[in-house]
């Protein structure tokens, strides 16, 4: 249904540089580099970085959120340390959760402008 998504940063390098490590685990790689945009996919860029100077911190009440799939429940792990790693920071522990209709695995990080990302892996 979703074909890609495009979040902001207020400094364009050190966002792809923090976004490269931590969607690496999640097997997605940078696809393109352009002077104000860069795209991570798999196959071609699903995952947009915008620049937008000035940015104010993106609050934690906006109720919005991306979410991405990982291969498995090391990968989630992987995400999360990598954002913790990198300068982000932890909105939800890897760990089991229960959906509406199925339980999951996943995590929850911010970036260091506040975009809150989410991986998750629906164990067998």
């Known amino acids: 249904m979703i074909d890609h998504v ?19 685990p999640l097997g997605l790689k940078r696809f393109v580099e352009r002077e104000r ?16 100077e000035n940015l104010a911190l993106a609050p934690d009440n906006t109720g919005a959120h991306v979410c991405l799939r990982a291969p498995d429940k090391a990968a989630v792990d992987a995400f999360h340390q990598a954002a913790l790693d990198q300068g ?22 911010r970036d260091p402008d506040g975009n809150k990302v989410e991986a998750i892996t629906f164990p067998g």
């Open 88 to 109: 982000g920071r932890s909105d939800g522990a890897p760990g089991p959760r229960q959906a509406e209709m199925t339980p999951y695995y996943g995590a929850f990080i």
């Open 37 to 52: 945009t860069v795209g991570f996919g798999k196959k071609y860029p699903e995952f947009w970085l915008n620049l937008r």
């Open 6 to 24: 495009s979040i902001p940063v207020s400094d364009l390098e050190q966002g792809a540089a923090f976004w490269e490590r931590v969607l690496a």
